[in-house]
């Protein structure tokens, strides 16, 4: 049961990063598709996501393999969550592109 207590704050920290990492991705994408310099969003954000999610990853693993693999776990988890969270509506995903006409 102790062992539970100490390994479940990796899980929920690497959910958290997971979270922050994939949900800043996708608010990049759909800022910096509409901005005059899209090159610096998808740069600058890069840049901070990667550099917090190094930094919680290091913080939340010390020097313990298990608190680092369940921190994975729970990036993966959170990754899967965004994803299922920010699809499109089904309409649009059943939608087929309309036919461009050949010419004549």
Known sequence: MNEVLFLAPPL???LLLGA????????TV????SS?????WFFGSMLLRVSI?????YFVGHE????????????????LVVQ????PPVE???????ETPYAP
Do not use: D, H, I
């Open 84 to 87: 299922w969270l920010t699809r």
């Open 12 to 14: 929920a920290a690497g």
């Open 64 to 79: 313990n393999w298990k608190r680092w693999l369940l921190c994975l776990l729970g990036f993966v988890l959170a990754r």
């Open 53 to 57: 999610t190094l930094a919680g990853f």
């Open 92 to 98: 649009q995903r059943n939608a087929r592109a309309p």
């Open 30 to 33: 759909n800022r910096g598709v």
């Open 36 to 40: 005059q310099r899209p090159a610096l």
């Open 20 to 27: 922050f990492f994939f949900g800043g991705l996708w608010w």
